[in-house]
């Protein structure tokens, strides 16, 4: 479990679960926690002098009871930095309140108080990796259940009730069952693209460095490209179970592609690119004109209605300007129309 500020906050307050407890104290008792990066040592060195405030036995006391000293030495730093932080904050609201009473002459104000509705906190963070040899099963606050493969990593927040949508961000591969919440959308985030379910199965991996692959088991997904610097086509594509699509999340252009196509002769169609080839075999038109569109940055013009239930499958040699050799041999095969607006 990754040591974050939110979670030794959280373990200071006494509202770790068992797990995080254990995690915090290990940290401390192997000296994996950077306590300098959240207070700086020239702040705490003159914490003494503050004058005190009421609370200071008290906060002492806590922290003492929530640690447990082992390497005296060593622990009763680390208890001074965390005494410090909160001897800090304390000291000023008390400088704060000592300097409002000096600075006010009038003799007598009967002051009403408005009632403040409280600020709701924004939640903290969960963090999963997982180094080991196998996969690693991640339950998420709404419900879902995440398998995290090896050499990847997940985060999420700790509580969906005060958010309007359920954000995972994921490094690596991992497969997801959502549970069902049409008021709050589903969404993995990775390198320059977004994959949103509102129940469904689903698995999506960036193993490599510069693609991405999705694969949908059921249910129904929308994958979209986050904005980006190439000037490439932005991403929108909709997948039913069984489909998958690898994209190059740099340039985004598709790499490959497989579809189950919607017609009575339930073809199965896919795309894809290797070794400086194209292969199209049984891919419906409408998917084709959208991966040339797509990967040459090119837009095209077409009557939807002639592509409809029209299927292609060829072999190419890749190069700047296949796009045209492609488009020319499925006009002449299938009687159709179709014209390069402008290559953007």
């Given at each position: 479990?990754?040591?974050?500020?939110?979670?030794?906050?959280?373990?200071?307050?006494?509202?770790?679960?068992?797990?995080?407890?254990?995690?915090?104290?290990?940290?401390?008792?192997?000296?994996?926690?950077?306590?300098?990066?959240?207070?700086?040592?020239?702040?705490?060195?003159?914490?003494?002098?503050?004058?005190?405030?009421?609370?200071?036995?008290?906060?002492?006391?806590?922290?003492?009871?929530?640690?447990?000293?082992?390497d005296?030495?060593?622990?009763?730093?680390?208890?001074?930095?965390?005494?410090?932080?909160?001897?800090?904050?304390?000291?000023l609201?008390?400088?704060?309140?000592?300097?409002?009473?000096?600075?006010?002459?009038?003799?007598?104000?009967?002051?009403?108080?408005?009632?403040?509705?409280?600020?709701?906190?924004?939640?903290?963070?969960?963090?999963?990796?997982?180094?080991?040899?196998?996969?690693?099963?991640?339950?998420?606050?709404?419900?879902?259940?995440?398998?995290?493969?090896p050499?990847?990593?997940?985060?999420?927040?700790?509580?969906?009730?005060?958010?309007?949508?359920?954000?995972?961000?994921?490094?690596?591969?991992?497969?997801?069952?959502?549970?069902?919440?049409?008021?709050?959308?589903?969404?993995?985030h990775?390198?320059?693209?977004?994959?949103t379910?509102?129940?469904?199965?689903?698995?999506?991996?960036?193993?490599?460095?510069?693609?991405?692959?999705?694969?949908?088991?059921?249910?129904?997904?929308?994958?979209?490209?986050?904005?980006?610097?190439?000037?490439?086509?932005?991403?929108?594509?909709?997948?039913?179970?069984?489909?998958?699509?690898?994209?190059?999340?740099?340039?985004?252009?598709?790499?490959?592609?497989?579809?189950?196509?919607?017609?009575?002769?339930?073809?199965?169609?896919?795309?894809?690119?290797?070794?400086?080839?194209?292969?199209?075999?049984?891919?419906?038109?409408?998917?084709?004109?959208?991966?040339?569109?797509?990967?040459?940055?090119?837009?095209?013009?077409?009557?939807?209605?002639?592509?409809?239930?029209?299927?292609y499958?060829?072999?190419?040699e890749?190069d700047?300007?296949?796009?045209?050799?492609?488009?020319?041999?499925?006009?002449?095969?299938?009687?159709?129309?179709?014209?390069?607006?402008?290559?953007i």
């Amino acid at each position: 479990m990754k040591i974050t500020k939110e979670l030794v906050e959280k373990y200071l307050r006494g509202e770790a679960n068992t797990e995080e407890v254990k995690a915090v104290q290990n940290a401390l008792d192997n000296n994996q926690l950077n306590l300098d990066d959240w207070l700086p040592a020239s702040e705490w060195h003159n914490i003494e002098e503050h004058i005190a405030f009421e609370q200071h036995d008290s906060i002492k006391q806590s922290l003492i009871k929530k640690i447990t000293i082992r390497d005296t030495k060593q622990r009763i730093y680390a208890l001074l930095k965390y005494a410090a932080i909160l001897l800090l904050v304390g000291t000023l609201g008390w400088e704060s309140f000592q300097y409002w009473k000096t600075t006010t002459n009038t003799p007598t104000i009967t002051a009403v108080q408005k009632k403040q509705t409280p600020k709701l906190e924004s939640p903290s963070n969960f963090y999963y990796i997982n180094s080991g040899n196998s996969p690693m099963q991640v339950d998420v606050p709404d419900g879902s259940k995440i398998e995290l493969y090896p050499n990847s990593e997940v985060k999420f927040a700790d509580n969906f009730s005060s958010l309007s949508t359920r954000d995972i961000h994921l490094k690596g591969k991992a497969k997801f069952v959502v549970a069902k919440d049409k008021s709050r959308p589903f969404n993995v985030h990775t390198t320059g693209l977004t994959t949103t379910a509102l129940g469904t199965i689903f698995s999506v991996d960036e193993l490599k460095s510069s693609q991405t692959k999705v694969r949908l088991f059921e249910g129904r997904i929308q994958l979209k490209s986050l904005k980006n610097k190439t000037g490439s086509l932005p991403l929108l594509l909709e997948f039913i179970p069984n489909e998958e699509i690898t994209i190059d999340h740099r340039q985004l252009q598709i790499i490959a592609e497989e579809r189950m196509n919607s017609s009575k002769f339930n073809r199965r169609g896919f795309y894809s690119e290797k070794q400086n080839t194209l292969i199209f075999k049984n891919l419906a038109l409408k998917d084709l004109l959208h991966i040339i569109s797509q990967n040459y940055n090119i837009k095209l013009e077409f009557n939807s209605e002639a592509i409809e239930d029209k299927y292609y499958s060829g072999t190419y040699e890749n190069d700047p300007s296949v796009f045209r050799k492609i488009l020319s041999d499925i006009q002449e095969l299938h009687h159709i129309t179709i014209t390069v607006q402008n290559k953007i």
